[in-house]
């Protein structure tokens, strides 16, 4: 839309340009073809080619000129094409010079409106090819970078699920054939025991190879933070009195960082029913453009029981792979456990950067034809 608007007013402004320099019925007799030149969309050699005819014929046709030259420059991509449009460049003031125009004033025509246009419109197409070619390569990085991450937590998963299975099912396994055999040879009054010992070592046993197969497994089962709710009225029901606070919009997280988010969650909630029970926790989320702000707060007496502390390393190591942060302290008799992770928001900084340029190239250009073309009709004159 925003282009045929450009064509025209482009038109229009070729008109009024031949009214004043020639009769009202030629410059209406130019203006159809001014308009197929401008809105054409194919052949942009031709449209070119055709247009420095116009503009020789017409004596004028500025406007023209510049709009198809900056629309040729963006075209331009082979050597073929840039050796037919230089050549063609270098033979319109030629042409112009041997019907009569002034060698001076043909010679600087060409290079306002033609070879200017031409040089911002190959400039622009030029940084557009750059800018699409970067966004293509980082994609490709970003998918390598995730195939590798995924590569490394698969292989990570298949060694700890093979340690499991060497030793940590080794010994269930005789555990379990041990009590069997006690179960028969045990007496009476002693066998309920040993049976109870029997039947939970086989549930051990059949539990650790259910977590051997979920880590030889490549998808993640985690919950996301949708189900951080039915988490929280569990807490609830178990006497925990926990506040949810939300500010802002809710925003789309990857499915690493809503995982990571869920955890963050379910650890602030286990540690504060384990090391201040009883206590009230607030679990706020603040939605910012580019990220959650995740924190939970709830009072403690005391320092942490010793040996803790595993479990925040191990959602620091969720919450960092997710391109967040995590941090936790305790002051003035309060903890807090918070984390910042990045939303998924889709950002085309270098598009927005192309337009800005694109702007600025416009304004610049206009202004250098606004300064050189009165000098041009002096230059033609003297």
Known sequence: MGRHLAAALVVLADTLLLTATHDVPTALGYAPVAALLAFATRAPLGVFAATLALAVVSGGSYPLLVWVAHRTGLATVSRRDTVVVAGAVAAWPAVAIALGTAPRQAVVAAV??????????????????????????????????????????????????????????????????????????TPPERRADVEALGTATRAAVAELYELIGSLRGTADDTPGLAAAEPLVAEFRAAGVPVTVETRGDRRALAPATDAAAYRVVEEGLTNAAKHAPGSPVTVRLDWEADALVLSLTNPVSGPAAPGAGFGLLGLRERVEPAGGFLDHRADDGTFRLVAMLPTSVDLEPEPAVGRVRATALGVATGALLFLLLPASLLTGVA
């Open 112 to 185: 306002v409106f033609v070879v200017l246009p031409l040089l911002v419109g190959r400039y622009l197409a030029q940084h557009r090819r750059l800018v699409a070619a970067l966004e293509s390569h980082n994609r490709q990085l970003r998918r390598e970078r995730e195939l590798l991450a995924e590569r490394g937590r698969l292989r990570e998963r298949l060694r700890i699920a093979r340690d499991m299975h060497d030793s940590l099912g080794r010994r269930l396994s005789l555990v379990s054939v041990r009590a069997a055999a006690l179960e028969v040879t």
